[in-house]
């Protein structure tokens, strides 16, 4: 999705555009110390945050 400068912002688009990142193959259920950052969402950061605690 491209938004160009003073250009509105449809809700739907930016819907549709969620939707379609969440349905990606790489969507973490399970935290791990092998987590990685192309992970979604990162999972690295949110193991290494969890971890901290």
Do not use: C
């Amino acid at each position: 999705m491209t938004i160009a400068a003073g250009q509105p912002i449809k809700a739907s688009e930016v819907n549709a555009e969620f939707e379609a990142r969440e349905r990606h193959s790489n969507k973490v259920t399970v935290l791990s110390a092998a987590a990685t950052d192309t992970q979604y969402p990162s999972a690295r950061a949110v193991y290494t945050d969890l971890v901290a605690w």
